[in-house]
T-cell receptor, first 113, second 113 residues
Framework: KAGVTQTPRYLIKTRGQQVTLSCSPI?????VSWYQQTPGQGLQFLFE???????NKGNFPGRFSGRQFSNSRSEMNVSTLELGDSALYLC????????????FGQGTRLTVV | AQSVTQPDIHITVSEGASLELRCNYS??????LFWYVQSPGQGLQLLLK??????LVQGIKGFEAEFKRSQSSFNLRKPSVHWSDAAEYFC???????????FGTGTSLTVIP
């Protein structure tokens, strides 16, 4: 069974640009969550989608958005990039809500210059 | 509010020595607890999880953890550390609304020969 796949693995963008990251969850998993990981803030929850609906959102500005498609694949978008958006963005998939763990992808390393 | 504290930012142990990584959580009810490991530039891999029942749980790679409700702790242990165990270790509690997990700030483990 394939794991969580994130693309691309690495990105370099310029301030002011926008970026789209992709995540394909484990087959059969309908929940996809996104986390931002930085040395200073650790792992911070961005948002979660389940069956194409956003169920929860973390404390991030509106520049951070996401969506989920009918096949459970998810994308997150960051507009008007700032230097502080440089981070490892991790996607996690879960089967359903409840006593289940999250399975993480390898992440997308975004560098904003 | 839910939170996870990992008091040790960095730990250094000799190969073959025993290891204990500390984790304390704050949550009103009985939590679901997890330990993840992250190698440089990689995603998070689940080591073990506690949902209920036996408070001593076994995980992969020879790791175990003990849930102590009275101390709000979920410490990770390994009797004999291998050089390949050098990584960042994260304790987490969840899932909450929308499969959100709260992570500790991580403990970086260095293994010296």
């Amino acid at each position: 069974k394939a794991g969580v796949t994130q693309t691309p693995r690495y990105l370099i963008k310029t301030r002011g640009q926008q970026v789209t990251l992709s995540c394909s969850p484990i087959s059969g998993h309908r929940s996809v969550s996104w986390y931002q990981q930085t040395p200073g803030q650790g792992l911070q929850f961005l948002f979660e989608y389940f069956s194409e609906t956003q169920r929860n959102k973390g404390n991030f500005p509106g520049r951070f958005s996401g969506r989920q498609f009918s096949n459970s694949r998810s994308e997150m978008n960051v507009s008007t990039l700032e230097l502080g958006d440089s981070a490892l963005y991790l996607c996690a998939s879960s089967a359903t809500q409840g006593n289940t763990e999250a399975f993480f992808g390898q992440g997308t390393r975004l560098t904003v210059v | 509010a839910q939170s996870v504290t990992q008091p040790d930012i960095h730990i250094t142990v000799s190969e073959g020595a025993s290891l204990e990584l500390r984790c304390n959580y704050s949550y009103g009810a009985t939590p679901y607890l997890f330990w993840y490991v992250q190698s440089p530039g990689q995603g998070l891999q689940l080591l073990l999880k506690y949902f209920s029942g036996d408070t001593l749980v076994q995980g992969i790679k020879g790791f175990e953890a003990e849930f102590k409700r009275s101390q709000s702790s979920f410490n990770l242990r390994k009797p004999s550390v291998h050089w390949s165990d050098a990584a960042e270790y994260f304790c987490a509690v969840g899932p909450f609304t929308g499969n959100q997990f709260y992570f500790g700030t991580g403990t970086s483990l260095t293994v010296i020969p």
